[in-house]
């Protein structure tokens, strides 16, 4: 039997032994802010954010090095000890020889523990949850006694508080314990540091951080360990605590004890459990800066049936927010699916900093990451993202680069006060390519003539120097001469991300890689470094780009539109300017002056089909520019476009001292973006098969082993290769080459790289992680950094728009299939459920021949067994106008592949 199975169709799992497993950890979260990792023996963490943490930060290395673990005890009336959650000095010795039986099940944001004491006949669950609407992770804890015999027995719930920021993790540790205001009251124990420690400037503090204690009864705990040396005692440890093993006295409710570290412990009154009897405890644990709040946390949820009934409304909550369902032939892939389609929730609650894995950054996400996860949640709350989408567009500055610094809300950047003037080149492509889907999705082609603000701080001309002008009194927002606050449209905000890469070039005339591009550890060829992958990248998107011009123009029936004066000098028809290096700066200098502090404001009115032709020539110019220079034949049957250009002004692929070198990334965007032919994506495939593809550890890895640790080019050449963005198979990049691939109408390719991907996570041997999508795979295919990974939504875009085919065009609804026999169950069918035009369909894909893509044509499509309409035998399409006569219930679409 498989270690990991899945329980049920949501997406439920279990795994038995799971604490056999280094580094396994299962996220929780509520929508308000507090966010808990929990290991197999409820190690991990909590907190709001970088300042205020529940529970120790940890990082994966401190999973087996901590023993600060949220705990239960139980003591019978002989001395015999247990810990249900595992960690105890004895249970940890016994691991390698006498293990207790035990297991994690788990679903979305609920996790449950189940273990068999080996010196006691008891069995244990914990199940841990945080309800969606408030700042407390729940421990709803069971004891059932399994002898024939009665027990009598003592528990302790066992909670250290940290109770302050990460910063002071090393970093006067000590000191502030000292400002600590501990006291216990009736349900458990509190604490409200005095101070947040931060020597730039000290502030008072109010949170609150709290664990609270009730048995099936309601009644509260008799006594209290509210220190971490009262509760371990002199010369106990977390896993053999004095106040458990010697039943060392603790101290009353009403209790104050200043300046010490904290411990959320305290002991229950001893019960005896009957034969088979069980008996129910609840811990709460949070952070809130209201008392009385605190108070009414503990009045609602020290009832059992309320907890019981929150736990299964928290199940409900998020098996909701997940709309997105997959039948296929391989019930184990769907039930991966269903994990996949969750991440992107994770990442908009848990940022890229708060998994033990991901211990860099303070909190938030970056600018890229903030609109690739848009593109999964377009799939399954559209709503909500148009909005988001607007406001993300305030980060854009005049000079067509943007604010890296993101703050609390949609649509709030701040400064960078560090001067760390970083451009990433690929910034500018990501708004456009989320837009996009947005606008196919809903039809909304009136989005592109939002105004909004840009942003404003004081780096000006693509980071390259400072406005000394600019002071805080100014704000984040551009201004005009006049001191108003100038907006543009949206088309404005695109038309400047997009031009002004389009000069910023190096010496091949390909865009310059500045502090890199969306591999971020390509960070040391800021002078010379060139991009060709994603030169690839925006070529396409001045297509698309042109495209929703003439969209917008034939769907409002517009001729033209104002843009800010100074862009005309961005829109410069000749075209013997492309080949000229020296001139592109010279434009994008004289352009760039122009907004260094004010604009003037002026608007001129543009045509729009002549902005269209006038994208399409630069975008066309591009691709044959590249096609020219950057594609390498390596022989008949293989072939490869170069990637980058280093410091060195040296091109990344070819023959170095008789190695190969290759990189996934320049593959994916030529691809994606119609540079590449059909005949050079076949050698490409059979390039990357031969040189890049290791199928036991993911598929598809981001590059071969140069070997040489290039200064000249990034970090990522100084990390282990196999590890990260040195030739790991990393997930994002793999999804996205499948997704080139799919386009393009090589689906067989597309799903070799992303079945390898999902085959290799659910290989719990290898992989050893959850189900779900880790944002690589190591060298021997252990799967790390779980979770907060923009992989899943390009995994599920993918799979929902490309392999499935469900995807919008400008509003109207479209079903084009690309799966392949094996993706069909044994009767044929392959289904999806999901959201399109704010109604649920259920898509039934009948393919009773178990015909590839390629060989079947829709012979029949109907929704709600009335016929819809195909065109080229290929889609199957509802218009915009019919979608809204379609009530509000299910509706079904069965499909016909013959
Ligand atoms: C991470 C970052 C992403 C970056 C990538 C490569 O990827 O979040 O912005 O482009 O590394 O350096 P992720 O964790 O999304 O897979």
Same mark, same amino acid.
Request: charged fraction near 25%; include cysteine; hydrophobic fraction near 35%.
């Given at each position: ?7 049920n169709?949501?997406?439920d ?25 929990v290991?197999?023996n409820?190690?991990g963490d ?10 120790e930060p ?14 239960f005890?139980v ?6 000890v ?13 691991r ?10 788990a679903g979305?944001?609920?996790h449950?523990?189940?273990r ?21 992770e ?5 004891l059932?006694?399994?002898s024939?015999a ?7 719930g ?21 400002l ?5 009251t ?12 931060d020597?730039?400037?000290?502030q ?7 664990v609270?204690?009730f ?5 509260t ?8 040396e ?20 603790g101290?009353?409710?009403d209790s ?13 009154e ?9 008996k129910?405890?609840?811990?709460l ?5 209201n008392q009385?709040?605190?108070q009414a946390v ?6 059992l ?12 909550y ?7 369902d ?19 929730f994770?990442?908009r609650?848990?940022g ?10 303070r909190?938030?996400?970056g600018?890229r ?31 067509g680069?943007n604010?890296?610094?993101?703050g609390?809300?949609d649509?709030?950047f701040?400064a ?14 990501w708004p ?6 947005y606008?196919d999705?809903t ?5 592109l ?31 005009t001469?006049d001191?108003a606050?100038?907006?543009g449209?949206?088309?404005e ?11 910023e070039?190096?010496?091949?005339n390909i ?9 971020d550890?390509?960070?040391m060829?800021?002078e ?19 495209s929703l ?13 104002e ?13 013997d ?16 002056n122009?907004?260094?502090?004010n604009?003037?404001g002026?608007?001129?009115r543009i045509s729009l ?39 060195s002004?040296?091109p990344?692929?070819?023959f ?5 070198h290759?990189?996934?990334?320049g593959?994916?965007?030529?691809i ?13 495939t059979a390039?990357?098969d031969?040189?890049?593809y290791r ?7 981001l590059?071969?082993d140069?070997k ?6 990034? +970090?990522?050449? $100084? ?7 040195? %030739? &790991?198979?990393?997930s994002? #990049?793999t999804? =996205?080459y499948?997704?080139a691939l799919?386009?393009r109408?090589?689906?067989k390719?597309?799903w ?6 999902s ?6 041997e ?11 795979? +190591?060298?021997? $295919?252990?799967?790390?950094y779980?979770?907060?990974? %923009? &992989?899943?939504s390009?995994? #599920?875009?993918? =799979? ?5 085919g469900v995807?919008?065009k400008?509003g ?6 690309k799966?392949?026999?094996e ?10 459920t999901t ?10 894909y ?10 079947y044509?829709?012979?029949?499509a ?10 080229d035998?290929?889609?199957a ?15 079904e679409?069965?499909?016909?592949l013959?």
């Open positions: 039997m498989k270690p990991l199975t899945f329980t169709n949501k997406g799992f279990k795994l038995s032994q799971a604490e056999n497993i280094s580094s396994l950890y299962f996220p929780l979260a509520s929508e308000v802010g507090l966010k808990s990792a290991t197999p409820l190690g909590s907190k709001i954010n970088q300042e205020t943490f529940l529970l940890v990082s994966v290395d401190n999973l087996h090095n901590n023993r600060s673990t949220r705990n005890w003591r019978d009336d002989k001395g015999n247990y810990s249900a959650t595992g960690a105890s000095a004895k249970q940890e010795a016994l390698f020889s006498d293990q207790e039986e035990n297991s994690v099940e979305f944001m609920w449950t523990i189940e068999q004491s080996a010196d006691l006949p008891l069995k244990s669950t914990i199940t841990s949850f945080v309800p969606q609407d408030e700042n407390v729940v421990m709803l804890v069971t059932e006694n399994l024939d009665d027990q009598t027995l003592t528990a302790y066992a909670i250290p508080i940290f109770g302050r920021s990460a910063d002071n993790i090393r970093d006067h540790r000590n000191v502030t314990s000292m600590h205001r501990i006291k216990t009736d349900e458990g124990v509190l604490v409200c540091p005095t101070m947040s420690f020597e730039r400037g000290h008072l503090n109010h949170q609150i951080y709290y609270l204690g048995d099936d009864k309601e009644k705990p008799e006594t209290f360990y509210p220190t971490v009262m509760f371990i005692g002199e010369g106990g440890t977390f896993t053999h605590p004095a106040a458990v093993y010697k039943e060392t006295s101290v009353a409710s104050h004890i200043d300046g010490r570290e904290a411990m959320g412990a305290f002991k229950f001893p019960f005896t459990l009957a034969a088979g009897q069980s129910t405890f609840i811990l644990m949070g952070i809130n800066e009385e709040h605190i503990a009045q609602k949820y020290k009832n049936t309320t907890v019981e009934k929150t736990l299964q409304e928290t199940k409900d998020w098996q909701e927010k997940v709309g997105v997959f039948k296929t032939g391989d019930s184990d892939f769907d039930g991966y699916m269903k994990w996949v389609c969750f991440q992107p994770l990442r609650l848990f890229c900093s708060f998994l033990p894995h991901h211990d860099y950054g909190g938030g996400r600018w990451d903030l609109w690739q996860d848009c593109l999964s949640l377009l799939l399954m709350e559209p709503k909500t993202v148009g909005d988001m989408i607007v406001n993300n567009y305030k980060g854009v500055r005049l000079d680069t604010a890296t610094i993101i609390e809300g649509g709030n701040l960078d006060r560090n001067g760390i003037t970083r451009v990433w080149m690929d910034h500018a492509l456009l390519m989320t837009t996009k889907l606008i999705q039809g909304d082609i009136d989005i003539t939002k105004e909004v603000s840009y942003f404003k701080d004081p780096h000006v001309k693509r980071g390259t120097e400072i406005d000394q002008d600019w002071n805080d009194a100014y704000g984040n927002e551009q201004r001469a001191d606050v100038y907006t449209s949206i088309l905000h695109l038309l400047i991300q997009h031009l002004t890469g389009f000069y070039v190096g010496e091949h865009y310059r890689l500045r502090g890199a591009d969306w591999n550890a390509l960070d060829a800021d010379n470094g060139e991009s060709v992958a994603f030169t690839a990248a925006y070529s396409g998107n001045l297509m698309e780009l042109a011009v003439r969209l917008l123009e034939s769907e409002t029936n517009t001729e033209s539109i843009i800010l004066e100074e862009i005309g000098l961005l829109l410069k028809k000749d075209s300017i492309y080949d000229n290096i020296e001139r592109k700066h010279q434009i994008l200098d004289a352009y760039t122009q907004c260094l502090h604009v003037k002026r608007k001129i089909s002549e902005l269209a032709l006038n994208l399409i020539q630069k975008a066309a110019w591009l691709r044959q520019h590249l096609q020219q220079q950057e594609w390498l034949d390596f022989n008949d049957q293989e072939g490869c476009y170069n990637s980058y250009y280093d410091n002004s040296k990344t692929e070819g170095y001292n008789d190695r190969m290759m990189m996934l990334t593959q994916v965007f030529p994606m973006n119609y540079v590449a032919t059909d005949e050079q994506i076949r050698k490409i390039s990357a031969h040189y890049l199928p036991e550890i993911g598929g598809y890895r590059n071969t140069f040489e640790i290039k200064t000249d080019l990034g +970090r990522m050449f $100084g990390f282990a290769y196999g590890e990260k963005e040195n %030739g &790991a198979v990393f994002h #990049m999804v =996205m499948a997704n799919y386009r109408g090589f689906a390719e597309g070799k790289a992303l079945k390898t991907l085959d290799t996570a659910l290989k719990f290898t992989s050893r992680i959850y189900p779900g999508i880790p944002e690589y795979f +190591r060298a021997d $295919g252990r799967g790390v779980h979770y907060l990974t %923009g &992989a899943a390009w995994y #599920m875009l993918t =799979m929902v728009t490309e392999a499935f995807h919008g400008a109207d609804f479209v079903l084009y299939p799966l392949l026999a993706q069909f169950d044994e009767n044929g069918r392959a289904s999806i959201q399109f035009a704010d109604k649920t369909f259920q898509i039934h009948d393919n009773p021949n178990q015909k590839d893509f390629g060989k044509i829709i012979k029949k109907t929704c709600d067994s009335q016929e819809i309409d195909i065109t035998d290929a889609f399409f509802i218009t915009k106008a019919d979608l809204a006569n379609l009530s509000d219930e299910v509706h679409i069965v499909i016909t013959d």
